[in-house]
């Protein structure tokens, strides 16, 4: 009885920590859409290159109360951005398919 109190109280507590988005992501699948568009030559997960680390991105968004919608819009749409002083487009992820968008926004808010 004590055992099985305790491994629900566990389960209680592992299902609220636990957020549904990182339940919900494939890391090898967002990791392979960063790659096939192009996205690691400019960014990575936890370093500055070019263009910030996934980490901060996920931090800065995450603070946002619309941030993931945010976030999605800046991955899956043309923009502008500065480079060494330079304005260049960024290009969006090389996809349509919004579970593959969400996928990967999903990634970056839980570096």
């Known amino acids: ?13 592992v299902a609220m920590v ?5 339940l919900a992501q494939d890391v090898a699948a967002a990791e392979a859409t960063l790659k096939k568009s192009g996205c690691l030559k ?3 997960v936890d ?3 070019d263009g910030p680390s996934f980490k901060e991105s996920g ?5 946002k109360p619309d ?6 819009s800046l991955i899956s749409t043309t923009h502008k951005i500065k480079v060494d002083g330079k304005e260049e487009d960024h290009d969006p992820l090389k996809t349509k398919n919004e579970a593959e968008i969400k996928n990967v926004a999903t990634y970056i808010l839980t570096r």
């Open 1 to 13: 009885m004590i055992l099985r109190s305790t491994l629900a109280g566990f389960a209680a507590t």
């Open 47 to 49: 370093r500055k290159k």
């Open 67 to 72: 941030g993931e919608k945010q976030l999605i």
């Open 18 to 22: 636990a957020s549904p988005a990182a």
């Open 42 to 44: 400019c960014h990575a």
């Open 59 to 63: 931090a800065k968004f995450k603070a």
